[in-house]
Nanobody, 126 residues
Framework: QVQLVESGGGSVQAGGSLRLSCAAS????????LAWFRQAPEKEREAFAA????????WYVDSAKGRFTISRDNAKNTLYLQMNSLKPEDTATYYC???????????????????WGQGTQVTVSS
């Protein structure tokens, strides 16, 4: 098993940037595909980025391309999400998630992930 703890959320004005972190403990971090999801009030949880076990392959939904960057440091057991040019519609609770092995499922389906963090709130004001 792996335990996940997000940090780095907060309040920022539109156009600003934030960097989220997800620290992992427990099982070998490098064995897990990792992803970022988010959930806005009264909306379903949605995936927007994932990264392979080695970090060499990443996937993004179209709305995340060009503004968000997912990365990982297997030596530090940490997943990151760099968010730039933030918009009010990016306001949500952000979750990191893990599944052992490849990012199958396909990668953007929440049911493929066995482990979740508690979430960190991001609020973007206009």
């Amino acid at each position: 098993q792996v335990q996940l703890v997000e940090s780095g959320g907060g309040s920022v004005q539109a156009g600003g940037s934030l960097r989220l972190s997800c620290a992992a403990s427990g099982d070998t971090f490098s064995r897990y595909c990792l992803a970022w999801f988010r959930q806005a009030p009264e909306k379903e949880r949605e995936a927007f980025a994932a990264i392979s076990t080695t970090g060499l392959t990443t996937w993004y939904v179209d709305s995340a391309k060009g503004r968000f960057t997912i990365s990982r440091d297997n030596a530090k057991n940490t997943l990151y999400l760099q968010m730039n040019s933030l918009k009010p519609e990016d306001t949500a609770t952000y979750y990191c998630a893990a599944q052992k092995g490849g990012c199958g499922g396909p990668w953007f389906l929440a049911r493929g992930y066995n482990y979740w963090g508690q979430g960190t709130q991001v609020t973007v004001s206009s």
